[in-house]
C-alpha cells in the first residue's frame, strides 16, 4: 500500500485535556499509566533543514513545493522558555533543542539564553543539549557555548565523501562536518556524541571506518538503526541492520567490553573498547525496544506535544498560550496529558496486536530524533 506523506498543516492536535472549572494539578514530578516519570523534553524549532538525507528529508517529498510552516506558526522563544520552564518544573532535567536543522533558527542563540537560566526546583542546572547535523557548527560553536548550551550531537553517516553527499543529497561534504565537530570540541561543547544511522545496502561498510577514526578521540559515536519514523522515506525492514551486528563488526577490529548505563532512561547500549580508548553505543529502536523506560517527551516546532517519536497525534500547547491560559493551566493540561500517556509504539510494533496500520505519522523532520 503506498503511503502518502501528511504536511505538518494537516496533522491535527488531539482535544486537551478539559481544564475549565476543574481543580488545578499541584506543580511536580510526574509519571504516566506505565510509571514512567517525565525526565526529558525534545524542543523542535524548526521544521526545515539545507539536508536532504534520504532516510529523513527525501528530496523527492521535501521538494521547492513543500508547505513548511510559516514563521507565524513557530513558536516565539518567549513562548518556548515559558513551557519548558513548566515543564522543568513537572521533573525534566534534560532538554535538547531539535529540528529540522536547529542552527537554520535565527538568533537560536538567544533561546539557549534563555533556557539556560533555567533550574530544576532543587536549584540544578539544565542538561542543555542540541542535535545539529553539523554544517553552521564551525562557524556558530563559540557562541552557542557563550550562550549556555551544554553540549552537541552531531549528525554524521559516513566518512567517504561520495557516499555522504549522496545520502545527504545537498553536496555537503563530511570533511566540513569534522571541522565542526572539531570546533565544537575545542570551545567545551562536551561530551561531544556523533549519530550514525546504518542502513542496510547503503552506509553499512563505513561502520568501522567511523568507529577507527573517532577511538581514541572522546567523541562517543553512536549507530542507530534505520527506523519506521514518518511515512516518507520508504522504510522497509530489510533495510535495517541490527545492532547486534554493528557490535559483531566493530569487535573484529577493535575487542569491545559492555558498559553499564548512565540511567535506566539510556537509549544506547554502551561498549567500550577494550583498551580503554573510549566507548561506541547502539540504539537498537527496532531490533530491541526500550519503550519500557522512555521518559521522553516532544514539543513541535509549533507547539503540540507529542508523546512518541511514532506519535499521529499531538497536543496543542499552543493554543493555551496563545488564548490567554495561566501558567497553572498549562502545567495541569500537561500533568495530564502525561499522566494518560500509554504510548509503546517501538514494543507493539511486531505484536500479534500492532497499531493501526498506515496511520499517518509526523515526520522526523518536524519533530526531531
Not at 138 to 157: C, F, I
Not at 260 to 276: I, K, M, P
Not at 327 to 347: C, F, G, K, P, V
Request: include cysteine; charge should be neutral.
Amino acid at each position: 500500500m503506498s503511503r502518502r506523506i501528511i504536511p505538518v498543516a494537516d496533522i491535527h492536535a488531539v482535544a486537551l485535556p478539559d481544564i475549565a472549572g476543574t481543580q488545578l494539578a499541584p506543580l511536580g514530578m510526574l509519571a504516566d499509566a506505565l510509571e514512567r516519570p517525565l525526565r526529558d523534553l525534545r524542543i523542535s524549532v524548526t521544521d526545515r533543514c539545507n539536508f536532504r538525507c534520504v532516510y529523513c528529508m527525501p528530496r523527492a517529498v521535501f521538494d521547492k513545493d513543500y508547505p513548511f510552516l510559516p514563521h507565524s506558526a513557530l513558536l516565539t522563544f518567549e513562548e518556548i522558555e515559558r513551557l519548558a520552564r513548566l515543564f522543568v518544573a513537572h521533573g525534566v532535567e534534560k532538554i535538547r533543542l531539535t529540528g529540522g536543522e536547529p542552527l537554520l533558527r535565527k538568533d537560536i542563540e538567544r533561546l539557549i539564553e534563555r533556557l539556560a537560566r533555567l533550574t530544576t526546583p532543587d536549584g540544578r542546572a539544565l542538561d542543555l543539549t542540541l542535535t545539529t547535523n553539523g554544517s553552521l557548527l564551525a562557524r556558530k560553536a563559540r557562541s552557542l557555548k557563550d550562550a549556555g548550551l551544554s553540549r552537541v550531537t552531531v549528525s554524521l553517516d559516513a566518512l567517504d565523501d561520495t557516499l555522504f553527499k549522496r545520502m545527504n543529497d545537498a553536496d555537503f561534504a563530511p570533511a566540513s562536518v569534522l571541522e565542526g565537530i572539531a570546533a565544537a570540541q575545542a570551545v567545551g561543547l562536551a561530551p561531544l556524541k556523533i549519530n550514525m544511522v546504518v542502513k542496510r545496502g547503503t552506509n553499512e561498510d563505513e561502520i568501522v571506518p567511523m568507529a577507527r577514526h573517532f577511538k581514541g578521540t572522546g567523541v562517543v559515536l553512536r549507530f542507530i538503526e534505520y527506523m519506521d519514523v514518518g511515512t516518507s522515506n520508504g522504510w522497509n525492514m530489510t533495510e535495517v541492520l541490527p545492532s547486534a551486528e554493528v557490535v559483531a563488526r566493530i569487535a573484529e577490529h577493535f575487542p569491545l567490553v559492555p558498559l553499564e548505563a548512565h540511567s535506566e532512561a539510556e537509549t544506547a547500549q554502551r561498549w567500550g573498547y577494550a583498551d580503554g580508548s573510549g566507548e561506541i553505543g547502539v540504539i537498537s529502536s527496532v531490533t530491541r525496544a526500550f519503550c519500557g523506560t522512555c521518559t521522553r517527551a516532544r514539543l513541535s516546532t509549533e507547539g503540540k506535544l507529542y508523546l512518541c517519536l511514532f506519535a499521529s497525534m499531538g497536543y496543542d500547547l499552543r493554543a493555551l498560550v496563545r488564548n490567554g491560559a495561566t501558567d497553572a493551566q498549562i502545567a495541569t493540561a500537561i500533568a495530564r496529558i502525561w499522566q494518560m500517556r500509554e504510548d509503546r509504539y517501538s514494543l507493539l510494533r511486531g505484536s500479534a496486536s500492532p497499531l493501526e496500520a498506515g496511520a499517518a505519522r509526523i515526520e522526523m523532520s518536524y519533530i526531531g530524533g
